[in-house]
């Protein structure tokens, strides 16, 4: 809940206007309280996670033909049924686990001093602060990722992710309830040692949860916006972690490929794309069809 009853009385704190997000910010919170603007992050979950899952079955549906080839693991087809089923499961565990974390986590969230008052951020210290998030998020669940394949982890915990060798947008949470719990940790980190606005957070929430979709969405679409951005792992970088399976000891970054690279654990990846470099080459000099991925490589490979 903002300290001010009235604009006026914002304006001459702030000595200044407000301007035309300030006011809409003010008119929108004024009297509602700090816990009930974080409880907004519960709906925005639950929006985004419906919704922009939607963009890629639909897309698959309407337009096959022409984005068949940026499919990851072409041979690999989920029916309206399995979609509606892994949605169905992760909100199982969004109603049970989820949802319930986000009530009772607002102490937190206030003792880390994540503020709903004006000023509002500015666009550079949004971005910076993103920045940092995703950098924090990355290499903590990193670590945390790399620990769940060993064999304790694995079993009782993430063979659940794994579920999908070849992943789904909906797929992207879909993971044991532990699982969903240890990494709301990285998540949290970010915010926690540097702590902004409101809005920054729910952006942080919102465009982490696109991230984690996008990257298991079985398409590698080159003109996605994060095609621009260094380090980038994206959804054929993540694929291979999920094509391997639980032997997989390559690709555990959530967001960016340099812990991977670091610490030596894409090897295996890097491997599989020179193959396919190799093999696409071969068949282009033969004058024979290629395919996109290094699902079609083991599959020509094989042959
Ligand atoms: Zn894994
Ligand atoms: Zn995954």
Redesign the pocket.
């Known amino acids: 809940m903002l300290p001010y009853t009235t604009i006026t009385a914002a304006e001459t704190a702030l000595n200044r206007p407000l301007t035309t997000l300030e006011t809409l910010w003010f008119n929108y919170t004024s009297t509602k309280s700090d816990y009930y603007l974080y409880c907004h992050n519960i709906l925005f979950l639950f929006l985004v996670f419906t919704l922009v899952p939607l963009f890629y079955i639909f897309t698959e549906v309407l337009f096959g033909r022409f984005v068949k080839g940026y499919k990851i693991q072409p041979k690999v087809k989920y029916s309206f049924g399995d979609n509606f089923k892994c949605y169905f499961d992760v909100m199982k565990v969004f109603v049970l686990v989820v949802g319930p974390l986000q009530l009772v986590s607002y102490p937190s969230v206030k003792m880390i001093g994540i503020r709903t008052s004006l000023p509002l951020p500015s666009l550079m210290e949004i971005t910076s602060q993103l920045f940092v998030y995703f950098l924090v998020e990355d290499y903590t669940n990193y670590w945390i990722h790399r620990f769940l394949h060993g064999k304790w982890g694995y079993e009782n915990i993430h063979k659940v992710?794994h579920e999908y060798s070849a992943?789904i947008g909906y797929a992207a949470p879909y993971a044991h309830w532990a699982e969903v719990l240890i990494l709301g940790i990285p998540s949290f980190l970010g915010p926690a040692m540097v702590p902004g606005h409101m809005i920054t957070f729910w952006l942080w929430i919102a465009l982490r949860q696109i991230e984690a979709i996008e990257t298991?969405s079985g398409y590698d679409f080159p003109w996605t916006f994060t095609k621009f951005i260094p380090f980038y792992g994206g959804a054929d970088y993540?694929d291979y972690?999920?094509y391997v399976g639980g032997q997989s000891q390559s690709n555990f970054a959530s967001v960016f490929t340099y812990c991977d690279y670091i610490y030596g654990t894409d090897k295996g990846y890097r491997y599989q794309k020179k193959v396919l470099q190799q093999l696409k080459d071969g068949l282009k000099s033969d004058g024979k069809q290629n395919g996109g991925s290094y699902a079609s490589a083991q599959d020509i490979k094989s042959e």
């Open positions: 992710h992943p298991h993540h972690h999920h």
